[in-house]
T-cell receptor, first 114, second 114 residues
Framework: EAGVAQSPRYKIIEKRQSVAFWCNPI?????LYWYQQILGQGPKLLIQ????????DSQLPKDRFSAERLKGVDSTLKIQPAKLEDSAVYLC????????????FGPGTRLTVL | AQSVAQPEDQVNVAEGNPLTVKCTYS??????LFWYVQYPNRGLQFLLK??????LVKGSYGFEAEFNKSQTSFHLKKPSALVSDSALYFC????????????FGAGTTVTVRA
């Protein structure tokens, strides 16, 4: 079974630039998550999709971050404009459902904002 | 609101010795509890979960965890640690009363010396 795919693996940009990350979840997984993991901290949920609908985006900085999951499969997370404090690893995860199912994580995209 | 605490930033043990990684949680309802492991430059991997039933949960790679409701703890254990167990370990909790949002602890770095 193929795992969660993410690209790019690494990205370096300057502040105020824009960046986009892509995620392809495990086939058949209805729920998709984007997390931000700052160095030395646990992952923090940014947004959760159930199929192509948003379930929770309460911790997403909506003035600069946006995400979509067209057709309920792949997803993109965008930051525009980026700030220094956005430097982190962005993890995508998917699961069969929301409740007691474990989440499967991709390798992450390490973003450095200079 | 739910939260997870991992009181130890680092745990160091000798190979062959027992390994314990501590986790305590706070939720308003009944928790779903998870342990994940993260190796360098890789995404999080699921180890085990507690949903209901037997308080002792067995997972991947010889790990187990014990749910203790009175102490609100879910410590991860392995009877005999291996050098390959050296990694970053995260405890996480989901609360049904918080839309099943998964909250992670800050992580514990485990180093197993040969």
């Amino acid at each position: 079974e193929a795992g969660v795919a993410q690209s790019p693996r690494y990205k370096i940009i300057e502040k105020r630039q824009s960046v986009a990350f892509w995620c392809n979840p495990i086939s058949g997984h209805a729920t998709l998550y984007w997390y931000q993991q700052i160095l030395g901290q646990g992952p923090k949920l940014l947004i959760q999709f159930q199929n192509n609908g948003v379930v929770d985006d309460s911790q997403l900085p909506k003035d600069r971050f946006s995400a979509e999951r067209l057709k309920g499969v792949d997803s993109t997370l965008k930051i525009q404009p980026a700030k220094l404090e956005d430097s982190a690893v962005y993890l995508c995860a998917s699961s069969l459902g929301q409740e007691n199912n474990e989440q499967f994580f991709g390798p992450g995209t390490r973003l450095t904002v200079l | 609101a739910q939260s997870v605490a991992q009181p130890e930033d680092q745990v160091n043990v000798a190979e062959g010795n027992p390994l314990t990684v501590k986790c305590t949680y706070s939720v308003s309802g009944n928790p779903y509890l998870f342990w994940y492991v993260q190796y360098p430059n890789r995404g999080l991997q699921f180890l085990l979960k507690y949903i209901t039933g037997d308080n002792l949960v067995k997972g991947s790679y010889g790990f187990e965890a014990e749910f203790n409701k009175s102490q609100t703890s879910f410590h991860l254990k392995k009877p005999s640690a291996l050098v390959s167990d050296s990694a970053l370990y995260f405890c996480a909790v989901r609360d049904r009363s918080d839309d099943y949002k998964l909250s992670f602890g800050a992580g514990t770095t485990v180093t197993v010396r040969a």
